[in-house]
T-cell receptor, first 109, second 113 residues
Framework: RKEVEQDPGPFNVPEGATVAFNCTYS??????FFWYRQDCRKEPKLLMS???SGNEDGRFTAQLNRASQYISLLIRDSKLSDSATYLC??????????FGAGTQVVVTP | NAGVMQNPRHLVRRRGQEARLRCSPM?????VYWYRQLPEEGLKFMVY????????ESGMPKERFSAEFPKEGPSILRIQQVVRGDSAAYFC???????????FGDGTRLSIL
């Protein structure tokens, strides 16, 4: 089993709709979690950090479920510019980060 | 505040040559990470360094690849005797501490002829 697993998608979302997807992790001792977005052939950009039960930033909400060992990302009122690959990152221990393979989101007009 | 600076943005080498990739972390960041990404694939961890120390090199190929982060100057990822399979995007990231989120540079696209 992979340490961090994501549904690769693509999630095809009409503009204005809501989309949500999960990331599961295997190491129960994982300390902190992050969501990044990566546009085609560009560098990953930090979207949000998830240290406790969850975090909200505008149209984006991340939630952490430690009992079931997953984090989720929800995007409300999707914009065309939200089309990207969303990477889940788990901080296993100091200096050790595990990246998921990413979930592709395609927002359509 | 300047972000993570990587250079060159694009690097072309012939098989057998050496490639040197540079990364200057964000101001105040002393932790540097190198990743490799092949087309249509995810990021693969290579090495984690702090100033003058390699902390984790579990993702580095055993041969031809080396990394350093000297007391002064940028972190360097060095690939000796490059082969076609080394063609990839190489991303550097830095963080303020070992548990803080990483911030990425623009990457170096390495092409081997």
């Amino acid at each position: 089993r992979k340490e961090v697993e994501q549904d690769p998608g693509p999630f095809n979302v009409p503009e204005g709709a809501t989309v949500a997807f999960n990331c599961t992790y295997s190491n129960s001792a994982s300390q902190s979690f992050f969501w990044y977005r990566q546009d085609c052939r560009k560098e990953p950009k930090l979207l949000m950090s998830v240290y406790s039960s969850g975090n909200e930033d505008g149209r984006f909400t991340a939630q952490l479920n430690r009992a079931s060992q997953y984090i989720s990302l929800l995007i409300r009122d999707s914009k065309l510019s939200d089309s990207a690959t969303y990477l889940c990152v788990v901080n296993l221990e100091a200096g050790k980060f595990q990246f998921g393979a990413g979930t592709q989101v395609v927002v359509t007009p | 505040n300047a972000g993570v600076m990587q250079n060159p943005r694009h690097l072309v080498r012939r098989r057998g040559q050496e490639a040197r990739l540079r990364c200057s972390p964000m101001k105040g960041h002393s932790h540097v990470y190198w990743y490799r990404q092949l087309p249509e694939e995810g990021l693969k961890f290579m090495v984690y360094l702090q100033k003058e120390n390699i902390i984790d090199e579990s993702g580095m190929p055993k041969e031809r690849f080396s990394a350093e982060f000297p007391k002064e100057g940028p972190s360097i990822l060095r690939i000796q005797q490059v082969v076609r399979g080394d063609s990839a995007a190489y991303f550097c990231a830095s963080s303020r501490s070992a548990n803080q989120p990483q911030h990425f540079g623009d990457g170096t696209r390495l092409s081997i002829l």
